[in-house]
DNA sequence: AAACCGGGGGT
DNA sequence: ACCCCAGGTTT
């Protein structure tokens, strides 16, 4: 009896299941088990096979919890029964339906998504994934939740619920925003369907829903129904994240943003224990505070020498400056960025009768007098640092 | 205030 | 083909 050849793996984003995560041949049929038991079987897209029902549903449910979406559908529906009707109706009126659901470019994609099932495909939407996929404002996982629910398409979803339950379940370290972390999520959700059977079309209505229950109620992000009871999630016995209580810290965060870094050279010019500051305008940072002059240096790369020959340049204009040093470095982290602070000690031999009188307003402060002036902390520091005489 | 979220759109 | 955003809500 010659055998089935296996199903084609569809090349495009064929993604292969890592060599070291195994796949239970029952978890589809876990899945499914739970959902029939444990899942949601009255919500109002649900027990009827119509495509245009379970289209508008998905739609609303991208971007809306369940219970915010149930009267806005019904509403809809009432209005708008079929695809043709939708697809009929005028922008005001679909934008009226829409109105307070928010997102309000897939209430158009909506609409030109009806009116392209109506000119394209005679009214009727299509059950394979991948047309579904060309119509506006339905991806892949979209696509699949369609043709599952409409058709019993055994096609893998994957949203935010399903990568939060691959990640633990599997033990996925990485970001799913990630393009290599994702894909590899495609793969599982592809290998983790149920094994194809005289049932399949019910089993992957159930599967399909079943994991969608699975991520919103008991897999959930902040506390997973497991850690009180086991029991409430069919997967649990074999949960990586479970195992290794690491429930708390997959799926892996998205990285914080590095903060961009910054550097800047500032100038202590020193006349005995005086040293000069400067006032930073009011807007902006450190707005209003007392600082040390910055120096507006090339610092990429940085060049202590020249930086030294600057500042003498800079100091000259208060009097005659004798040497000046490097003093140290400093880094200080603000919310959005941090910032490298270079100290460039200039001591003064003289200075001038006058100063110059354009720029911003300078004053010289005693280094014994550090409190009668408000300063940035990191500036505060440095002041701190040459009060005690040392370098840093 | 920061993460999250499926798809679209820009590069 | 890849990266990032818009536009809301949740934590």
């Known amino acids: 009896m010659p055998r089935k050849s296996a199903p084609a793996v569809s090349s495009v984003n064929a993604a292969a299941v890592p060599p070291d995560i195994h796949v239970p041949a029952d978890f589809g049929a876990r899945v499914v088990d739970w959902q029939r038991v444990h899942g ?11 495509p245009y029902r379970i289209w508008l549903s998905e739609i609303m449910l991208q971007q809306t919890q369940v219970s915010a979406v149930i009267d806005y ?73 369609i043709a599952a629910f409409s058709a019993g398409v055994r096609s893998p979803i994957l949203d935010g619920n399903v990568k939060r ?24 959700a592809e290998a983790a369907l149920p094994v194809p059977g005289p049932r399949q079309a019910d089993d992957m209505v159930a599967y399909t829903q079943g994991l969608m229950d699975l991520g919103a109620t008991v897999c959930s992000r902040g506390k997973p129904a497991c850690l009180a009871d086991a029991l409430a999630c069919p997967l649990s ?15 892996t965060p998205k990285p914080r943003a590095a903060v961009p870094e910054r550097s800047t ?15 930073r305008p009011d807007s902006g940072v450190w707005g209003g505070l007392w600082s040390l002059p910055e120096m507006p240096v090339a610092t990429v790369p940085f060049d202590p ?21 490097m003093a140290g470095e400093l880094v ?41 002036l408000g300063t940035p902390a990191p500036v505060r520091k440095l002041l701190e640092m040459q009060a005690r005489g040392g370098l840093f």
């Open 40 to 50: 949601r079987h009255d919500l109002p897209w649900q027990n009827t096979r119509d």
């Open 73 to 145: 559908f019904q509403r809809f529906v009432a209005q708008l029964p079929t695809v043709q009707a939708l697809a009929a109706a005028p922008a005001d009126q679909v934008m009226a339906l829409w109105a307070g659901l928010g997102y309000y470019s897939r209430a158009r994609n909506l609409h030109r998504c009806a009116m392209q099932v109506v000119s394209d495909h005679g009214g009727r939407f299509p059950t394979d994934p991948a047309v579904l996929a060309t119509l506006p404002g339905i991806g892949r996982s979209t696509a699949a939740a």
């Open 165 to 188: 339950v691959f990640a633990r379940f599997f033990g996925i370290h990485g970001h799913p925003g990630e393009r290599v972390i994702e894909s590899r999520m495609w793969g599982l």
């Open 237 to 251: 016995a074999d949960c990586v994240a479970r195992r290794d209580g690491l429930t708390a810290t997959l799926p």
């Open 265 to 279: 050279v500032m100038v202590m010019v020193r006349h005995g224990r005086d040293v000069l500051l400067q006032l």
């Open 305 to 325: 020498e020249l930086a030294e020959q600057e500042a003498l340049g800079y100091a000259r204009a208060f009097g005659e400056p004798s040497r000046a040093d």
């Open 332 to 372: 200080h982290v603000f919310t959005h960025f941090r910032l490298l602070i270079r100290a460039i000690r200039v001591d003064m031999a003289a200075l001038s009768l006058r100063e110059p009188d354009s720029g911003p307003a300078r004053r010289w402060l005693s280094l014994d007098d550090l409190d009668a």
